[in-house]
T-cell receptor, first 112, second 110 residues
Framework: EAQVTQNPRYLITVTGKKLTVTCSQN?????MSWYRQDPGLGLRQIYY???????DKGDVPEGYKVSRKEKRNFPLILESPSPNQTSLYFC???????????FGPGTRLLVL | SQQGEEDPQALSIQEGENATMNCSYK?????LQWYRQNSGRGLVHLIL?????REKHSGRLRVTLDTSKKSSSLLITASRAADTASYFC??????????FGTGTRLQVFP
């Protein structure tokens, strides 16, 4: 089954404790992206990757890192999480940036 | 940066009625897409309409695009309680990424 998976689905952590949210897709897509969703603000892009070893900042990259060592994986790293990073995070993949995007189920993060 | 803006922000209707949501955007586009999100879940792609298309259908969904007005509408006909969700438009603004609006929350009462 074609899908995007994210782990963990729910995470409660404390300020400053590094964490990684994994994302994997099995559709051989070139393009992958991370979004955060906050009430009243819609989806905002954090980082995106057009191909392996190619990543670029989205609209809200501060406080986040990503890597794209393999085509299928695109982890999101929070080196020192802060409470303002409490949000619902989505990973997505597609053939290209402006084609249909396939979303993961989301990761709900609470930073205390 | 907000490219797409949906209107209304919220919509409540009875089952069987039609639901219409609108999306306005600011710059030229390659395509416009509509997505659906059930509460707290991942977005699901509904339909993509390219800039040279004016109307597209998929089942009970009908999407129109007016590039001169920089607007699109999503019509759901004969709505069902299961259509209750948030609906987002997304545009590419001639870039290599999608920009999403803030969505329309649709509530369909049985």
């Amino acid at each position: 089954e074609a899908q995007v998976t994210q782990n963990p689905r729910y995470l409660i952590t404390v300020t400053g404790k590094k964490l990684t949210v994994t994302c994997s897709q099995n559709m051989n897509h070139e393009y992958m992206s991370w979004y955060r969703q906050d009430p009243g603000l819609g989806l905002r892009q954090i980082y995106y990757s057009m191909n392996v070893e190619v990543t670029d900042k989205g609209d809200v990259p501060e406080g986040y890192k990503v890597s794209r060592k393999e085509k299928r994986n695109f982890p999101l790293i929070l080196e020192s999480p802060s409470p303002n990073q409490t949000s619902l995070y989505f990973c997505a993949s597609s053939l290209s940036g402006f084609e249909t995007q396939y979303f993961g189920p989301g990761t709900r993060l609470l930073v205390l | 940066s907000q490219q797409g803006e949906e209107d209304p922000q919220a919509l409540s209707i009875q089952e069987g009625e039609n639901a219409t949501m609108n999306c306005s955007y600011k710059t030229s586009i390659n395509n416009l897409q509509w997505y659906r999100q059930n509460s707290g879940r991942g977005l699901v792609h509904l339909i993509l309409i390219r800039s040279n298309e004016r109307e597209k259908h998929s089942g009970r969904l009908r999407v129109t695009l007016d590039t001169s007005k920089k607007s699109s509408s999503l019509l759901i006909t004969a709505s069902r309680a299961a259509d209750t969700a948030s609906y987002f438009c997304a545009t590419d603004a001639n870039t290599d990424k999608l920009i999403f609006g803030t969505g329309t929350r649709l509530q369909v009462f049985p």
